[in-house]
């Protein structure tokens, strides 16, 4: 779960919940004490470590978006161990703006935990306004010099 709980992947997801039903299938595994665990994805806790100052996750703005995910996190929970999915994409949707809104707000202070979703925030935040350039401004690039063989 830490996977899917950090990268939004759904398939890190499916895997898990796969591998729970292999364990509850399995008599061997039964018999030798062990039970499948619950699913119990932790994306706000992930989200609440990735602010440079833990302090930072205490902020009304933050508070505000963290609980929302957290609703929607629990929701999730409940309906996966009851071996319901649809709740999945909304949550991924959810987590997603919540990311980029963190980042939006928060810039270096807030490193997000997914790889994948640090190119979303990476692509909203090099938004820039176009430059006028005057066309005697612009320099053609240097062509490179051959190389002389050697004799």
Do not use: C, R
């Not at 030798?32 to 994306?43: C, E, L, Q, S, Y």
């Amino acid at each position: 779960m830490e996977d899917f709980s950090s990268s939004l992947n759904p398939n890190h997801l499916y895997q898990a919940i796969f591998l729970q039903g292999e364990i509850t299938s399995s008599n061997d595994l039964s018999k030798a004490g062990f039970k499948a665990p619950n699913v119990n994805i932790h994306t706000v806790d992930s989200f609440k470590k990735a602010f440079t100052f833990p302090q930072i996750a205490l902020n009304e703005y933050a508070q505000d978006q963290l609980t929302t995910l957290k609703e929607k996190e629990e929701m999730l929970n409940k309906d996966l161990n009851l071996g319901n999915k649809g709740g999945l994409d909304s949550f991924v949707e959810l987590a997603k703006l919540t990311s980029n809104n963190l980042k939006k707000k928060y810039g270096d202070q807030w490193i997000n935990p997914n790889q994948e979703l640090a190119k979303d925030d990476t692509a909203v935040a090099d938004v820039v306004e176009p430059v006028a350039v005057k066309k005697e401004e612009i320099v053609a690039p240097a062509t490179p010099e051959p190389k002389q063989k050697a004799p």
